[in-house]
Every structure is written in structure tokens, then in C-alpha cells.
């Protein structure tokens, strides 16, 4: 399954990588704006692949079915977590930047799939996961694997009048990464579902630091 995407290239050699993972029922086109929101000096190469689904009577495109928020289907989320993960590969290949200097992220079910491939137990460990309103799932055959790499950086945003996944989903993410041993910044809001401003000169600076100038974090 080929996924497709949009990428905006860095000004000169590339830091790192930061991939953007949409939200229900948008598509590759969606977060490439936060390229430069969350990037303004272009020290990153930034990649929004869409997702592999359209569902019938939704629009856009989605990385799962969703029977229950929290508990993606089974079947959808493992082809998703396929096909993304074949994405990753062969982009970490195609771009020379490796997982060690790669940062995923996303809002929504787009946090979600971050969350899946960046701690997947059998997946290369990003440099950080950047989480807006999302959750880590629950999923038969899926489990986040924490102790093999706590060097993986974690930033978590929601808001606390989210009507679609409850602000108890990132408090409960959060805590799950800290008692595993992840460094996390979390940052609340009272925003409803969508990526706070408020939320974002932390978010860059997180990025900053997650990968620094030359790609090495101190």
C-alpha cells in the first residue's frame, strides 16, 4: 500500500525530519501549513503522508475505522501501522535522516498513529512523538514498548473542552510515558478539539531542543 504525501524541503542540509500525521477525515495536504509554524527557520525536512482509508458517508481520509474513541478497530489500525510503517523505512532511506533524528507528529488520530509507530516495540525510537489532542491506543496486538527507549521525547497538548477524545486521554498518556521512563512536557488548555496557539511557541521550542542545530540532542 503506497501512501500519499506532501513534504516541504529544509533551507540547506536538514536538521532532522519532522512527519505530520493528520486527523480524521483530512488528508496529506492537511498539516503541511504547520511546516512553517513549528519550523519557521526551516532547519527540518517536514513530510504529512494521508492516510490509507476513506470511509463511506465521511469525508477525507482516516487511518482506521472507530467502533469506540480509544479503541481503534483492530484490522484498519494494523494496515494502517503497516503501511506507515513501510512509509517511515523508506523514507529515512530516501532522505539519509535517521529515526534518531526524527520527530512524529500529529493532531487527532494523527497523534494516535504517532504514538503507535514511535513506541511499536518492533519500530525504530523517533527522537520525540508531538502529540496534539490524541491518545495512546488500545488495541489487540499492539503494545507500547517504554523501557527500550527512554530517550524518546514526548510533548502532549489537549484541551479541556475537547468533545472528542476527553482531556483524560493525555493525562492518561502522559503519566504512561513517565512512569516508563520518557522524558514529557504536557501543556492543558481549555481549547475544545483542534491545535491551541497557545500551545505552539512551546511546542517549537520543544522541537528545537528535541532536535537541536546539527541534528544531536544535547
Known sequence: MTLAFRERPATGDPDGLLVLHHGRGADEHDLLGMADVLDPERRLHV????GPLTVPGFPGRHWYVVPRVGFPDHDTFHAAF????????ALWARTGLPPERTVFGGFSM???MSYALGLGGDRPAPA??????????VVDGWQASLADRTATRAF??????????QVDFARQASALL????LPVEYHESGAGHT???????AALDWLKATIPAGGVPG
Not at 513530510?47 to 494521508?50: A, C, D, L, N
Not at 489537549?158 to 477524545?165: A, F, K, V
Not at 513517565?178 to 521512563?181: D, K
Request: zero cysteines; a negative charge.
Open 47 to 50: 513530510v504529512t503522508p494521508g
Open 82 to 89: 503497516g503501511a506507515l510503517a513501510a512509509f517511515h523505512d
Open 110 to 112: 494523527g497523534s494516535v
Open 128 to 137: 520525540g512523538i508531538l502529540a496534539f489532542s490524541g491518545f495512546v491506543p
Open 156 to 165: 502532549v497538548a489537549h484541551g479541556r473542552n475537547d468533545p472528542i477524545m
Open 178 to 181: 513517565e512512569a516508563g521512563g
Open 195 to 201: 491545535i491551541d496557539p497557545a500551545h505552539v511557541p
